[in-house]
C-alpha cells in the first residue's frame, strides 16, 4: 500500500523544512517556551526533571533495543521464525529512526537555548523514545492487534513527558521536540514500509480470499 511510504515522506519532509527553517533563529513560540520555563532546571525541581528525562529518554530505548534483539534471539531459537523476524525487522525499523538525531544534528547545527553538549535540533531523547515507542505499536499491530491503540496511546502520552522534560531543563527548543516526532515517523514509516511492517497483516475475508 503507498499511503504508507507517502504518509513516511510526508513527514520527513516536513522534519526537514521546521530544521532548515529554525536552524539559524529560534521561532517566536520558541522563544516564548523557553522563557516560561526558564530556571526551572536549578534546584531540586531541575534534578528529579533530569532524572525523569534521563530514565524515560535514555534507560527505556535502550532497554527496548536490548529486549527487541533478545526476542528476535530466543524467538529464532525455540523456532518461532515468524515471530522472530517480526520483531527482527522491529528492531531494523528502531534503528532507522534513531538515526534522525544521529545524522541530523551535524547537518542543522543548531544552537541550544542554554550551554549544553551537543547540537540541538532535533532532540535526541524526544527522538530515541518515539522510536521504542514505534518499534512496539508496530509489534502491537502484528502480535497484539488489540492492544495498538492503548499502546500508541501510551507511547504518545510517554513521548509528550520526555519532550517537556527537555523544555523545562532549558536544553531544547520547542520545536526540538516537534522535529524529533517529525523525524522518527518520518524515517520510521518508511523504514516499516520497506521491511512490510506496515500495512500490518492481512485478517478476516481479504486474507480468506
Known amino acids: 500500500m503507498i499511503r504508507w511510504p507517502l504518509t513516511g515522506a510526508g513527514f520527513l519532509c516536513l522534519f526537514i523544512v521546521l530544521g532548515v527553517v529554525v536552524a539559524k533563529h529560534p521561532l517566536a513560540l520558541d522563544l516564548a517556551v523557553t522563557g516560561a520555563f526558564y530556571g526551572l532546571w536549578r534546584g531540586t525541581l531541575g534534578q528529579v526533571t533530569s532524572l525523569v528525562s534521563d530514565l524515560l529518554g ?75 515507542a514505534l518499534a512496539l505499536v508496530l509489534l502491537c499491530r502484528w502480535l497484539a492487534p488489540a492492544m495498538t491503540r492503548w499502546a500508541a496511546l501510551a507511547s504518545s502520552l510517554v513521548t509528550a513527558v520526555v ?17 524529533a516526532v517529525l523525524g522518527v515517523l518520518g524515517t520510521g514509516l518508511l523504514a516499516a514500509s520497506v521491511v512490510r511492517l506496515l500495512p500490518g497483516p492481512i485478517s478476516g475475508p481479504a486474507h480468506a480470499a
Do not use: C, M, N
Not at 532507522?96 to 542554554?114: D, E, G, M
Not at 517537556?164 to 532549558?170: F, I, P, S
Open 58 to 132: 535514555i534507560a527505556v530505548p535502550a532497554v527496548v533495543a536490548i529486549g527487541l534483539l533478545t526476542g528476535a534471539i530466543l524467538a529464532w531459537y525455540r523456532g518461532s521464525r515468524r515471530e522472530a523476524w517480526l520483531v527482527a525487522r522491529a528492531l531494523v525499523v528502531y534503528g532507522a529512526a534513531r538515526l534522525t538525531s544521529w545524522l541530523a544534528k551535524p547537518l542543522f547545527l543548531r544552537q541550544r537555548p542554554r550551554e549544553y553538549a551537543e547540537f540541538s535540533y532535533p532532540s535526541g531523547h524526544v527522538v530515541a523514545i518515539a522510536s521504542s
Open 163 to 179: 519532550a517537556l522534560t527537555r523544555l523545562l531543563l532549558g536544553v531544547h527548543w520547542l520545536t526540538d521536540t516537534v522535529g
